[in-house]
């Protein structure tokens, strides 16, 4: 496993790393540990304040760190910053509300036969957090802005492209007040994780990558009798139907499928159009495509950048090439570049059946599916024909079908007449093969907590004390 930056404009590897050995990642458990006895006697305050203070350094070196992202994995210049701010803002959000996520929340204590019944929620422990590439620092900081401030310490294995992200991640907690070990970067490869979960220290696991990382980490999570949060994989559809504004759709569809250079879990990648708007929406989507302009992610004109990986581009092409020698059809787009770096072309295909990849599986990269329905069952059928289900779009100004949409996507999320995206505010995650469990919003600061239940009783004896016990 080679750790280092390469520059997917051209190739260069311009730093490299060794791996941790195991007496350095032994060290990082115990002082994560260590961390944590620490931090969960601290306030909630003061965790506050340490965390708005990880905000500051975010927002104050932005445009350092959004420069060192588009270097290391592609995404350009303008959706690095943009991508800084939101985890600044997330902090913020958590330092905020932490306090109302965390208080005791009261049962009916009568009903219990108590003087006094609540619930506490407490922090659990490490957390090894396992993290993908594509959002390097949010993927992150949804995770650990949330269990920092439940008291919980982190543990990054980040993806092996991204190594100065991610030791960037750990300097910006240590500098922002963190106890030492409060946060820790792991330089390791994929073969260490087995033995950094199986440690009894660490508690807990979150993932998000493919479905075979993720069966990979439940399977030790599950022999370990650990918690795990996975998000892995999406296909998600974003289905129009007649009562859409066509353009206002391709225009949100064109951003949806090639935002982050079409390298999303939550980009919409099968979109589901109805009969009688089909022609209009398929001209207006691939002129929008086609006329995205693809380069060096620095310039501000730039709208799509490289690929992360060389590898990621093949299987891309790979994908397409499938569907178009059994029969697809390409409107834009689908031509792979000659020349350095890893740049794929905003690609719309159509005419796609059963038995092509692109029917099944999950295309990251800036590649659409176009497919023509005549009903809404037709489109509710096609739309959770998958084994993912991470997010869905739904355009239709229709009431009665927004209502039908929002209960019969099989989704973790449905967004009606706007794009799939994340918000602290709201909890995000999966069914089906899209994982499990919840980041963000109260939600996901609970997954890594302890949900006490506290019972307090008189102390007094009384007759048929214990005749309901289990």
């Given at each position: 496993?080679?750790?280092?930056?390469?520059?997917?404009?051209?190739?260069?590897v311009l730093?490299t790393?060794?791996a941790?050995?195991?007496?350095q990642?032994?060290?990082?458990?115990e002082?994560a540990?260590?961390?944590h006895?620490?931090?969960?006697?601290?306030?909630?305050?003061?965790?506050g304040?340490?965390l708005?203070?990880?905000a500051?350094?975010?927002e104050a070196?932005?445009d350092?760190?959004?420069?060192?992202?588009?270097?290391?994995?592609?995404k350009?210049?303008?959706?690095?910053?943009?991508?800084?701010?939101?985890?600044a803002?997330?902090?913020?959000?958590?330092?905020a509300?932490?306090?109302e996520?965390?208080?005791?929340?009261?049962?009916?204590?009568?009903?219990?036969?108590?003087?006094?019944a609540f619930v506490?929620?407490?922090?659990i422990?490490?957390?090894?957090?396992?993290?993908?590439w594509n959002?390097p620092?949010?993927?992150v900081?949804?995770?650990?802005a949330?269990?920092?401030?439940?008291?919980?310490?982190?543990?990054?294995?980040?993806a092996?492209?991204?190594p100065?992200t991610?030791?960037?991640?750990?300097?910006?907690?240590?500098?922002a007040g963190f106890p030492?070990?409060?946060?820790?970067?792991?330089?390791?490869?994929?073969?260490?994780?087995?033995r950094?979960l199986?440690?009894p220290?660490?508690?807990?696991?979150?993932?998000t990558?493919?479905?075979?990382?993720?069966?990979?980490?439940?399977?030790?999570a599950?022999?370990?009798l650990?918690?795990t949060?996975?998000?892995?994989?999406?296909?998600?559809?974003?289905v129009?139907?007649?009562?859409a504004?066509?353009?206002?759709?391709?225009?949100?569809?064109?951003?949806a499928r090639?935002q982050?250079?079409?390298?999303?879990?939550?980009?919409?990648?099968?979109?589901i159009?109805?009969?009688?708007l089909?022609?209009?929406?398929?001209e207006?989507f691939?002129?929008?495509?086609?006329?995205?302009?693809?380069?060096?992610?620095?310039?501000?004109?730039?709208?799509?950048?490289?690929?992360?990986?060389?590898?990621?581009?093949?299987e891309?092409?790979?994908q397409?090439?499938?569907?178009?020698?059994?029969?697809a059809?390409?409107?834009?787009?689908?031509?792979?570049?000659a020349g350095e770096?890893?740049?794929?072309?905003?690609?719309?295909v159509?005419?796609?059946?059963?038995?092509m990849?692109?029917?099944?599986?999950?295309?990251?990269?800036?590649?659409?599916?176009?497919?023509?329905?005549?009903?809404y069952?037709?489109?509710?059928?096609l739309?959770?024909?998958t084994a993912?289900?991470?997010?869905a779009?739904a355009?239709?100004r229709?009431?009665q079908?927004?209502?039908r949409?929002?209960?019969?996507?099989?989704?973790?999320?449905v967004?009606?007449?706007?794009?799939?995206?994340s918000?602290?505010?709201?909890?995000?995650?999966g069914?089906?093969?899209?994982?499990y469990g919840?980041?963000?919003s109260?939600?996901?600061?609970?997954?890594?907590?302890?949900?006490?239940?506290?019972?307090?009783?008189?102390g007094?004896a009384?007759?048929g004390?214990?005749?309901?016990a289990?």
């Open positions: 496993m080679t750790i280092a930056t390469t520059n997917p404009v051209n190739g260069q730093k790393y060794g941790m050995s195991d007496e990642i032994d060290g990082a458990i002082r540990d260590l961390a006895r620490q931090l969960r006697g601290t306030t909630i305050e003061q965790r304040r340490w708005n203070a990880a500051d350094l975010l070196e932005r350092e760190i959004a420069r060192l992202m588009t270097t290391e994995m592609g350009t210049f303008a959706a690095s910053k943009a991508e800084v701010t939101k985890c803002a997330a902090c913020r959000f958590y330092a509300h932490a306090a996520f965390l208080a005791d929340q009261p049962a009916d204590a009568r009903a219990v036969s108590a003087t006094r506490r929620y407490q922090p422990g490490p957390v090894l957090a396992v993290m993908p959002f620092l949010w993927q900081i949804r995770f650990a949330p269990a920092l401030m439940a008291g919980n310490t982190g543990l990054l294995k980040h092996s492209n991204v100065q991610a030791l960037l991640l750990e300097d910006v907690f240590r500098r030492e070990g409060a946060f820790t970067t792991l330089l390791v490869g994929s073969d260490a994780v087995d950094i199986r440690d220290r660490v508690r807990a696991a979150t993932l990558g493919s479905e075979a990382a993720g069966r990979s980490i439940a399977q030790i599950g022999r370990e650990k918690k949060v996975l998000e892995l994989g999406g296909s998600d559809p974003f129009v139907m007649p009562s504004d066509v353009e206002l759709a391709a225009e949100v569809a064109t951003t090639c982050n250079n079409g390298q999303s879990c939550i980009a919409a990648k099968r979109f159009v109805h009969a009688d089909y022609e209009a929406f398929a207006a691939a002129h929008r495509m086609s006329a995205l302009r693809v380069g060096d992610p620095m310039d501000d004109s730039t709208d799509v950048g490289p690929l992360a990986t060389e590898r990621g581009r093949a891309v092409d790979a397409v090439c499938d569907a178009v020698d059994k029969g059809s390409v409107l834009c787009g689908g031509d792979k570049p770096g890893w740049f794929y072309p905003p690609t719309v159509t005419d796609l059946a059963p038995g990849r692109m029917w099944a599986e999950e295309v990251f990269g800036p590649v659409a599916g176009l497919y023509r329905v005549s009903s069952d037709e489109a509710i059928e739309a959770n024909g993912y289900g991470l997010g779009n355009w239709t229709d009431p079908e927004q209502e949409f929002a209960t019969d996507l099989a989704a973790g999320a967004f009606i007449n706007g794009m799939t995206t918000y602290p505010e709201l909890p995000f995650g069914v089906k093969n899209s994982g919840r980041e963000l109260a939600q996901g600061m609970h997954e890594f907590c302890n949900v006490k239940t506290v019972w307090v009783g008189e007094v009384s007759a004390a214990g005749a309901h289990e």
